[in-house]
């Protein structure tokens, strides 16, 4: 993967060097970065994309409840089935778990949702959330959220989910048929076993499509009517989707980045 050598320019503040992450103390300069889109649009990928250039951690609300199910807790329990069927979970079992992640110390300087907030309800809760909690101490320009549509074409969402390949171990997202591993079933990365997620049959994906349509277009719209919203194309290949995402996270006035190869 190619790394970046970026200077990190804080708003206001002062100039800081880093390499391919960025610097600890530009304290909530990025503030939350929403990832939205339908199932299979490549939020995962991205949002793994975004974090590694950035520094900041991935908040997938799917990895954590699929972590509860593992570990079996009681929100797992209550969330497996639904979960199998392609349904959403209800409101109320996502808000303590998301509360509890976003005020984890990494989060402070700026995270990415992937998969929430998932319908209105979700998303007025953020904003409450945020407004209550993450701009207390902070320059509220900063921590206003970038809102991030990724749209794809029907048809490719359907070979995106059939064809994709998740490592159990730490999460690294393929497809065999846009982006397989070097050796079948295997993780480039640790060498841990690919699977497929259960949620990832024919027939789960249509529900899956469907609430996405039903329940979360209306958040799309939400954050277009607050003036928010900025879409990608994601139709792209992984690469150019990235560059498309890192301008508008640039562009947003946050950052300036620029080339580090002449000082800094
Ligand atoms: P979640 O895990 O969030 O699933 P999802 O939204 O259905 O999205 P996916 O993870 O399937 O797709 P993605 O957009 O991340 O795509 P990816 O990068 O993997 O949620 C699962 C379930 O949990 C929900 O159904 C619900 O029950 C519950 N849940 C979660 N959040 C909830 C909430 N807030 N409220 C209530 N319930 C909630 O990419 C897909 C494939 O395409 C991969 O194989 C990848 O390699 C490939 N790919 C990616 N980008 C490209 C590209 N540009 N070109 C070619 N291939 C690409
Ligand atoms: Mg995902």
Redo the contacts with the bound molecule.
């Keep these: 993967m190619v790394r970046h050598d970026f200077l990190v320019v804080p708003r206001g503040g002062e100039l800081k060097s880093g390499f391919g992450r960025w610097v600890e103390d530009t304290s909530r300069s990025i503030g939350p970065i929403i ?1 939205l ?12 994309r975004i974090a590694e250039r950035y520094g900041i951690p991935q908040i ?7 972590e509860n199910v593992q570990r079996g807790t009681e929100l797992g329990a209550q ?1 497996k089935e ?2 199998a ?7 109320e ?2 808000y303590d778990m ?1 509360a509890q992640r976003l005020r984890q110390v990494d989060c402070e300087p700026g995270f990415i949702l ?6 209105p309800a ?1 998303a007025g809760w953020l904003d409450a959330f945020l407004e209550n909690e993450f701009f207390e101490n902070s320059d509220r320009d900063r921590c206003v959220p970038i809102v991030i549509r ?1 749209g ?1 074409d029907y048809n ?1 969402l359907l ?3 059939t ?4 490592c159990l171990a730490s999460g690294h ?7 397989p591993p070097r050796v079948a079933d295997t993780c480039d990365v640790d060498g841990s076993k690919l699977v497929i ?1 259960n ?2 049959s024919e027939e789960v994906i249509g529900e ?1 499509l469907k ?2 349509e039903l329940q979360t277009q209306p958040v799309v719209d939400y954050y277009e009517r607050k003036g928010r919203l900025v879409s990608v194309n ?5 690469d ?2 990235a560059e498309q995402i890192f301008r508008v996270i640039e562009s947003h006035g946050a950052v300036e980045v620029k080339d580090a190869s002449h000082g800094g």
Excluded: C, H, W
């Design positions: 990832l889109g339908p199932p299979g649009a490549g939020k995962g990928t991205q949002a793994k997938s609300t799917g990895d954590l409840l699929r969330a639904i979960m069927r392609g349904e959403l979970v209800p409101d079992l996502m998301v992937d998969g929430f907030p998932r319908t979700q990724i794809v490719e070979r995106r989910l064809g994709r390949r998740t997202i393929y497809n065999v048929y846009f982006q997620r949620d990832d899956r609430a996405y994601g139709d792209l290949p992984a150019q989707v």
